[in-house]
């Protein structure tokens, strides 16, 4: 089961759509977390996350997000386990990374799963 996790720094490069075929095709990922793609809704240099997945392979049902912060449920759909992904792009200023933290602390305290 491979995961890809890749900041790429603006998604409307040329050759982006190219390049995430290419990795798709080679590490045949059920999840891929893109961050910093800079399009629309990104504030400045700071935000931008995507969470993509093959929903024949896996069911993810998302708990929560900000523009810091991705949470949600993956059940693997050929196995019965249940596990919590987070994918973090922390913002560069201080006090929105103290509100990233204060997320997850209440998270942890909401979950016990992998």
Known sequence: ?????????GAMKPE????????????????MVITET???GAIGFVGGIWMLWRA??????????????IHALIQVRAHTFNWLISAIYANPRFAER???????????SLHNLP
């Open 1 to 9: 089961m491979n995961i890809l996790v890749w900041n790429y720094r």
């Open 16 to 31: 982006f759509r190219k390049t995430v075929m290419d990795l798709v095709a080679w590490h045949d990922p059920i999840l």
């Open 38 to 40: 800079r399009l629309s």
């Open 56 to 69: 024949n392979r896996i069911q993810v049902d998302v708990l929560t997000t900000t523009e810091q912060e």
């Open 98 to 108: 103290c509100v990233l933290w204060e997320n997850l602390k209440i998270l942890a």
